[in-house]
């Protein structure tokens, strides 16, 4: 398993001056030996990480979220709470899960509408791809690059 410690910093007034409080908060997850988490991955609690998966540093996973086997997260990937993403599934840079969101196994996201290898898009370019609470992507879709997948849809 992992440990994530998070620090939360506020400022608070004390006789007429600014006083900066920190406050360590753990946050508790399963990663399978062979997962890698990398430094910087911000993982919520209780979430379970399987075999062969990657978090790039950045990425975020909300509470109990669960990533099949073969996952990658790429950095600026963010899931909400309780996302379920089966196995063989890419989140690349600019896909956004929000809460409660199913991925089935084998799903594609996009990033780049027209990819080329002679000439890499930089990461500025990277299309959002956001998929609203409660939505469910089946089994070997292919999402492109730049929709919004509704609320439950």
């Not at 398993?1 to 004390?14: F, I, K, Q, S």
């Not at 594609?108 to 956001?130: G, L």
Request: hydrophobic share 40%; with cysteine.
């Amino acid at each position: 398993g992992g440990v994530e410690a998070a620090g939360e910093r506020r400022v608070a007034e004390e006789a007429g001056r600014a006083v900066v409080v920190e406050k360590e908060v753990k946050k508790e997850y399963f990663a399978h030996a062979t997962a890698v988490v990398d430094a910087g991955a911000v993982i919520g609690s209780g979430c379970k990480i399987w075999h062969f998966s990657h978090v790039m540093p950045g990425a975020t996973l909300g509470d109990h979220c669960s990533l099949g086997q073969n996952v990658y997260v790429a950095s600026s990937a963010s899931l909400g709470a309780r996302c379920r993403v089966q196995n063989n599934v890419s989140l690349y840079d600019g896909v956004s899960l929000a809460d409660d969101v199913f991925i089935g196994p084998s799903a594609v996201f996009t990033n780049v509408k027209r990819p080329r290898a002679d000439h890499p898009t930089p990461p500025e370019a990277f299309a959002r791809t956001t998929v609203e609470a409660g939505a469910t992507v089946g089994a070997n879709a292919t999402i492109v690059c730049g929709v919004t997948l509704g609320r439950r849809c």
